[in-house]
């Protein structure tokens, strides 16, 4: 597996995941919400065969990195922890992240900071794993 790393509005991330972020299927398992980039964005895409298995955007925001919306192919936790890692910068990491990607978000360093229904925001703990 390959991860790409690539800026929000770089023309070859249209072409990767254009296909995937217009596909009902996906979209449904980002529970319909639709995937948004602009030039605050860093996006990490893991490629196996020439096929994107996942990905998830990064976006900056004054002083502070979020992940919300993301992607892999049949939940698969191998990818989403390699994803994971490949993300720098760590500090002032936050994610919102599906329940039922919780164990492995929290297996890559981050804790749990607030619950909705359907999400958890989740920071990095730079303490446990820098």
């Known amino acids: 597996m390959e991860i790409l790393q690539l800026d929000g509005l770089e023309p070859q991330l249209f072409n990767l995941i254009g296909p995937l972020a ?8 980002n529970n319909n919400y639709p995937f ?4 605050s964005f860093q996006w990490y ?3 196996e065969d020439h096929d994107v298995t996942g990905f998830i955007p990064v976006e900056r925001k004054s002083g502070s990195y ?4 993301y992607y892999v192919h049949n939940d698969n936790q191998e990818v989403l ?5 490949a993300i720098k910068p760590k500090k ?10 919780e164990a492995t978000f929290s ?10 229904t359907n999400y958890i925001k989740m920071i990095y703990n730079t ?3 820098e």
């Open 22 to 29: 217009m596909n009902p299927k996906v979209l449904k398992a």
């Open 36 to 39: 948004k980039t602009t030039q």
């Open 45 to 47: 895409i893991a490629v």
């Open 66 to 69: 979020v992940i919300n919306n």
């Open 81 to 85: 922890t390699e994803l994971i890692g």
């Open 92 to 101: 002032n990491l936050y994610a919102i992240v599906q329940t039922k990607h």
């Open 107 to 116: 297996g890559c360093g981050f804790q749990t900071e607030h619950r909705w």
């Open 127 to 129: 303490d446990k794993h």
